[in-house]
């Protein structure tokens, strides 16, 4: 099992900037793949960021260029640099992990680990 807890969410004026980080543990050993997901208000559930054993990663087209997704070393926390926020970033993140692989930032569904989430909110 892997327990994951996000921090870091917050309040934020367009165009400013938020870090948000994701804890690992348990079995993190077993992790291969990490991934932000998000969620907003009346929508489903999108990928945002994915990283794959710590180095390969993957972006949404709405946040490149601007989103960094990145891991420690030691496999434990994951971050995800948010710059230049939109009001429409505005959402609930949520953290997830797998075992296996890394399918593609449209397949929520397939990872099993997640956390219980951080509030972004954007104000103009």
């Known amino acids: 099992q892997v327990q994951l807890v996000e921090s870091g969410g917050g309040s934020v004026q367009v165009g400013g900037s938020l870090r948000l980080s994701c804890a690992a543990s348990g079995s993190t050993d077993s992790v291969t793949c990490m991934g932000w997901f998000r969620q907003a208000p009346g929508k489903e559930r999108e990928g945002v960021a994915t990283?794959?054993?710590?180095?390969?990663?993957n972006y949404a087209d709405s946040v490149t260029g601007r989103f960094t997704i990145s891991r420690d070393k030691d496999g434990h926390t994951l971050y995800l640099q948010m710059n230049y926020l939109k009001p429409e970033d505005t959402a609930m993140y949520y953290c997830?992990?797998?075992?296996?692989?890394?399918?593609?930032?449209?397949?929520?569904?397939?990872?099993?680990?997640w956390g219980q989430g951080t509030q972004v909110t954007v104000s103009s």
């Open positions: 997830a992990a797998r075992r296996f692989g890394c399918p593609s930032i449209n397949w929520a569904t397939l990872y099993e680990y």
């Open positions: 990283i794959f054993r710590g180095t390969v990663t």
